[in-house]
Nanobody, 121 residues
Framework: LLVESGGGLVQAGGSLRLSCAAS????????MGWFRQAPGKEREFVAA????????YYTDSVKGRFTISRDNAKNTVDLQMNNLAPEDTAVYYC????????????????WGQGTQVTVSS
């Protein structure tokens, strides 16, 4: 079970830190990803991190603003989001994959319920 938290309403230029906590299963050995879905749009990749934390990927639009990190001991994955813009508004989902980090949502095995991020202009 993956549970996201940390979403909310923030003004453009502000920051939020999303957290994904796993329960009932360790995230060790799993690549973790963050995806988002805006109203009327398809779910899109945001960031991913390998289970070792060595390999990290970001979609171009968030590079330099978002940082993904993980703590395998605490069974958590975070997404630090800085300099937020209205186009970042979406429901953000955490996902786990038993394999290498991937930018493709269909390759992930487990998903959280999502947390809403709203950025006002």
């Amino acid at each position: 079970l993956l549970v996201e938290s940390g979403g909310g309403l923030v003004q453009a230029g502000g920051s939020l830190r999303l957290s994904c906590a796993a329960s009932g299963r360790t995230i060790r050995g799993y690549a973790m990803g963050w995806f988002r879905q805006a109203p009327g749009k398809e779910r899109e990749f945001v960031a991913a991190i390998s289970w070792t934390g060595i390999n990290i990927y970001y979609t171009d639009s968030v590079k330099g603003r978002f940082t993904i990190s993980r703590d395998n001991a605490k069974n958590t994955v975070d997404l630090q989001m800085n300099n937020l813009a209205p186009e970042d508004t979406a429901v953000y989902y955490c996902a786990a994959r038993n394999g290498a980090a991937s930018t493709f949502s269909y390759q992930y095995d487990y998903w959280g319920q999502g947390t809403q991020v709203t950025v006002s202009s």
